[in-house]
């Protein structure tokens, strides 16, 4: 077997990873995806092999590895696939469209002896391998509270089609965006335990007569004519241990003025605050000098970017696939979708509930 990595599925974020695997030094050989030319198309702008049949890809003998970047109902099976055929895996978010189902990830991990790496891209942002320095210096002491948004205007993904159909993608922008959010703040946060969820939903932008315009769509075209049966606006609040309290919001749609914040974070501790932008070109912390409190601004290379965050995340596949465990793991994407479930039980429940053990 060779040491080429193959991706499942060709369309949006296939394409990024495509880039992040070259920008990595790594070498892609090709994409299978079943949907007419998709593959083609991919290969046509990334080089290498285009299959329609992911189990021809998998029994390539370049192929130790692959990205799973397909609709989130075939991410357990496809993964499942995979491990068996002797590949490693980076899978992307969520994990899958139900805890039960990365329970069956993780036993095929094992069983298997195969790697894997659960897609938390966010991590790897440059905003966040700063802030993860200050933490670690135990800059902000302890963390008390924490915040997380992630609003788009008109972001809806592929309406019509499996983004915004829940028998295929498992919910709206919870299980879209929630997997980044929860992750992040779990990982920066230290990995407190999250006892209670309260969550809720909305769903106002996706159908008539919402008069929802966008001039363009990730993974798109859309279907006008097809099912839109999920949330696009959620917030939740996480109870954790030590009276850590997390609180998320995230939207597909709103009408956030232009400008405004789109992806932040906010970390209150005893001794220190920070804020940032995931993708922004600086950290601000405020912190206690001579018992006054001033402002230190971390400035970000304007070279960073969402596409240096998924070459890092190659880099650290590389190092996944030889053995190191430092990755987003199977047990971290389960402990995320044990979180996301709660979230959506809550909103269905119109209360708050416990999180059960992953
Ligand atoms: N990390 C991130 O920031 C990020 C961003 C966007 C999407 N994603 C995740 O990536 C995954 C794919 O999203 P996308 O935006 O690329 O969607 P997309 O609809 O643009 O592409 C999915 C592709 O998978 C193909 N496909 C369907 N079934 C397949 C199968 N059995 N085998 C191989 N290919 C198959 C489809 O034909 C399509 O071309 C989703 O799980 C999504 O949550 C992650």
């Not at 390539?60 to 590949?87: K, R, T, W, Y």
Request: charged share 20%; glycine share 12%.
């Amino acid at each position: 077997m060779g040491n080429g990595i193959g991706i499942l599925g060709a369309g949006a974020i296939a394409r990024v990873h495509a880039q992040g695997i070259c920008d990595a030094g790594g070498k892609l050989v090709g994409f299978a995806d079943p949907a007419a030319g998709k593959a083609e198309e991919a290969v046509a702008a990334h080089g290498g092999i285009a299959w329609t049949d992911p189990s021809s890809m998998l029994a390539h003998e370049d192929v130790s590895a692959v990205v799973v970047a397909v609709p989130n109902v075939f991410h357990a099976p496809l993964a499942i696939q995979a491990m068996e055929a002797g590949c490693d895996v980076l899978l992307e978010k969520p994990m899958a469209i139900t805890s039960e189902e990365c329970r069956q990830i993780i036993e095929a991990r094992d069983r298997t002896g195969r790697s894997l790496q659960v897609g938390f891209v966010c991590r790897f942002a440059a905003t966040v391998q700063a802030a993860m320095q200050y933490l670690a210096a135990d800059r902000l002491g302890s963390i008390y509270q924490a915040r997380a948004v992630m609003l788009r205007r008109r972001g809806i993904p592929g309406l019509g089609r499996w983004f915004t159909d829940r028998e295929r993608s498992g919910g709206g922008v919870m299980i879209d965006l929630g997997p980044h959010l929860v992750d992040l703040m779990l990982h920066l946060c230290g990995r407190p335990a999250v006892q209670r969820v309260s969550a809720a939903t909305t769903s106002r932008f996706g159908q008539p007569p919402s008069g929802y315009k966008f001039t363009e769509m990730w993974s798109g075209p859309p279907d006008l004519k097809g099912t839109f049966d999920v949330d696009d606006g959620t917030t939740a609040m996480l109870r954790c241990d030590d009276d850590l309290t997390i609180t998320m919001t995230a939207s597909w749609a709103s009408h956030l003025p232009d400008g405004t914040i789109g992806d932040g974070v906010t970390l209150f501790g005893d001794r220190g605050a920070m804020h940032f932008d995931i993708w922004g070109d600086h950290l601000v912390i405020g912190t206690l000098l001579d018992g006054e409190i001033v402002d230190v601004r971390h400035p970000i290379s304007t070279d960073e970017g969402w596409g240096t965050a998924f070459e890092r995340e190659h880099r650290c596949f590389e190092e996944t696939c030889k053995g190191s465990t430092t990755a987003p793991s199977g047990e971290e994407g389960l402990a995320v979708q044990s979180i996301l479930e709660a979230m959506y039980r809550s909103a269905d429940a119109g209360q708050e509930v416990a999180v059960n053990e992953p």
